[in-house]
């Protein structure tokens, strides 16, 4: 079956770093689309970044230049490196696997910054 399995959140004070990663199995990992979403307390859930399959990306404006998002298709795996964190990038990360026929979601994992 599909899964798709987030790593890496946790507690970080403003200024700091923190790497997610997504493991993905039971599909074409390398024929689909991956991007990272993001959802606050109390607001929508917002893409953060995303990488296509031919490897370009797309990021958020308000992660331009401290975000870096990457695949391995290898592993199987996307990861989401954050730099400078801010207070404002407290939210659940998820992992997002998009083809034009289908669209899986990870479980999601809480990034939370804070002093």
């Known amino acids: 079956q599909v899964q798709l399995v987030e790593s890496g959140g946790g507690l970080v004070q403003p200024g700091g770093s923190l790497r997610l990663s997504c493991v993905a199995s039971g599909f074409t990992f390398s024929s689909y689309a991956m991007s990272w979403y993001r959802q606050a307390p109390g607001k929508e859930r917002e893409l953060v970044a995303s990488i296509r399959v031919g490897g370009s990306t797309y990021y958020a404006d308000s992660v331009k230049g401290r975000f870096t998002i990457s695949r391995d298709n290898a592993k199987n795996t996307v990861s989401l490196q954050m730099n400078s964190l801010k207070p404002e990038d407290t939210a659940v990360y998820y992992c997002?696997?998009?083809?034009?026929?289908?669209?899986?979601w990870g479980q999601g994992t809480q990034v939370t910054v804070s002093s």
């Open positions: 997002k696997a998009r083809s034009l026929e289908n669209a899986y």
